[in-house]
């Protein structure tokens, strides 16, 4: 599949799960990937601070075989070298990871993503050739260590109206609050913990992508 493909199929997700075993509910990460897939989702991204390069590279194999066989987009966290070695459809960029220019030169037909904190960093990876840029952490969230600052729903208006490539939103987002950042146009919505600890994951998946569309179908 090309890039170009890949960005097609990107425009057309709402919800936008990602990985990270130690808060699943003592589901492994492929139980999670199966859950998301029954659910609906478009697109999973596989996240693992944890594990070794080889442990995330085989399991990363095991998400790309299934991902492919449901036509789901596979996003891997951090590393361009795993993204490539197992046939991935992206990869999803740090502020401290790799720079996106020098991601896209060494693959150019994977999506590359970019998290930024504000709207200099949203700029600034849209400029450097990012497909699409992660806003967050927009709530408190138990995936950040340490993180002291989140910047809040009214943030998303306000990057989303300066730059021109898609975006995610992210950062202990659920159903209690999701409707916060739906009204601030946010129509990708980035999720851990609301869906990797729901009880019933393919139900939870169901709930979030409905709520994302009647948005969607509302909006002007």
Same mark, same amino acid.
Do not use: W
């Given at each position: 599949?090309?890039?170009?493909?890949?960005?097609?199929?990107?425009?057309?997700?709402?919800?936008?799960?990602?990985?990270? %075993?130690?808060?699943?509910?003592?589901?492994?990460?492929?139980?999670?990937?199966?859950?998301?897939?029954?659910?609906?989702?478009?697109?999973?991204?596989?996240?693992?601070?944890?594990?070794?390069?080889?442990?995330?590279?085989?399991?990363?194999?095991?998400?790309?075989? @299934?991902? *492919?066989?449901?036509?789901?987009?596979?996003?891997?966290? /951090?590393?361009? /070298?795993? !993204?490539? #070695?197992?046939? #991935? /459809? &992206?990869?999803?960029? &740090?502020?401290?990871?790799?720079?996106?220019?020098?991601?896209?030169?060494?693959?150019?037909?994977?999506?590359?993503? !970019?998290?930024?904190?504000?709207? %200099?960093?949203?700029?600034?990876?849209?400029? =450097?050739?990012?497909?699409? @840029?992660?806003?967050?952490?927009?709530?408190?969230?138990?995936?950040?260590?340490? *993180?002291?600052?989140?910047?809040?729903?009214?943030?998303?208006?306000?990057? =989303?109206?300066?730059?021109?490539?898609?975006?995610?939103?992210?950062?202990?987002?659920?159903?209690?609050?999701? /409707?916060?950042?739906? !009204?601030?146009?946010?129509?990708?919505?980035?999720?851990?913990?609301?869906?990797?600890?729901?009880?019933?994951?393919?139900?939870?998946?169901?709930?979030?992508?409905?709520?994302?569309? *009647?948005?969607?179908? =509302? =909006?002007?």
């Amino acid at each position: 599949m090309d890039r170009q493909t890949r960005a097609a199929m990107f425009q057309e997700i709402d919800v936008y799960p990602v990985t990270c %075993e130690a808060l699943s509910a003592g589901r492994s990460n492929l139980e999670v990937l199966e859950g998301v897939i029954e659910g609906g989702a478009k697109i999973i991204q596989f996240r693992e601070k944890d594990y070794s390069e080889r442990d995330f590279y085989d399991l990363g194999l095991r998400f790309r075989e @299934i991902t *492919a066989r449901a036509n789901v987009l596979l996003i891997i966290n /951090d590393h361009v /070298d795993i !993204a490539l #070695a197992v046939g #991935a /459809d &992206g990869v999803h960029l &740090g502020q401290d990871d790799l720079p996106v220019e020098v991601a896209r030169k060494l693959a150019p037909e994977l999506l590359i993503g !970019a998290s930024t904190h504000s709207l %200099e960093e949203a700029l600034e990876a849209q400029e =450097s050739g990012a497909d699409y @840029i992660n806003i967050g952490p927009i709530f408190p969230t138990q995936t950040k260590k340490g *993180a002291s600052h989140f910047l809040g729903p009214g943030m998303i208006g306000h990057v =989303s109206r300066n730059i021109q490539v898609p975006f995610t939103v992210m950062g202990g987002i659920d159903l209690s609050n999701i /409707d916060q950042v739906l !009204a601030q146009g946010a129509g990708r919505v980035a999720m851990v913990t609301a869906i990797t600890k729901a009880p019933d994951i393919p139900q939870r998946v169901r709930e979030l992508r409905e709520r994302i569309r *009647a948005y969607k179908c =509302s =909006s002007p």
